[in-house]
C-alpha cells in the first residue's frame, strides 16, 4: 500500500474564526494506520472542507506511540494571498511535497545567491 492510497478519518474538534487573521482555526483528530504525512493531510482536509489547497496549511501533527488516532492543528484562510502573508516561508515549505519542496528551496536559494551578487 503507497502513500497515495492512505484514508483519512478527519474529525474537527474544534472550529474557531480569527477575524484579524482571516482564517479559520482548525484542531482535528485523524485515524489512521500511520502517522498522515503533511502534504496529504493538507490536500484531504482541503477536499473535505471543500476549499482550494493554497489556502489550507498544516501547522503541526501530533501522534502517540501505539495508537492510530494524532491530533492535528490546520489553518484555513480567507484568501491564498493572506495565508502566504501571514505564514513564514518554513511552514509553506513543510506543507509542500517532496518534490515541489526541494523546488522551492533552490529557487529561495538562487535568488538570495542573486541579490548577495548584486550588493557587491
Do not use: W
Not at 483519512?8 to 482548525?26: A, G, T, V
Not at 493531510?41 to 471543500?50: E, F, I, P, T
Not at 491564498?80 to 506543507?95: D, L, S, T
Amino acid at each position: 500500500m503507497s502513500s497515495q492510497e492512505v484514508a483519512y478519518q478527519i474529525s474537527i474538534i474544534e472550529d474557531k474564526f480569527n477575524p484579524l487573521m482571516e482564517r479559520r482555526e482548525l484542531k482535528l483528530e485523524i485515524a489512521s494506520k500511520a502517522t498522515p504525512k503533511r502534504d496529504l493531510l493538507r490536500k484531504s482536509v482541503a477536499s473535505s472542507l471543500k476549499v482550494p489547497v493554497e489556502r489550507v496549511y498544516i501547522k503541526n501533527v501530533l501522534s502517540s506511540y501505539g495508537k492510530s488516532v494524532a491530533v492535528c492543528k490546520a489553518y484555513v484562510y480567507e484568501t491564498a494571498e493572506r495565508g502566504k502573508q501571514i505564514e513564514p516561508e518554513f511552514v509553506q515549505h513543510r506543507n509542500l511535497s517532496r518534490e515541489d519542496r526541494k523546488q522551492a528551496i533552490s529557487a529561495a536559494a538562487e535568488s538570495a545567491a542573486k541579490a548577495a551578487g548584486k550588493k557587491e
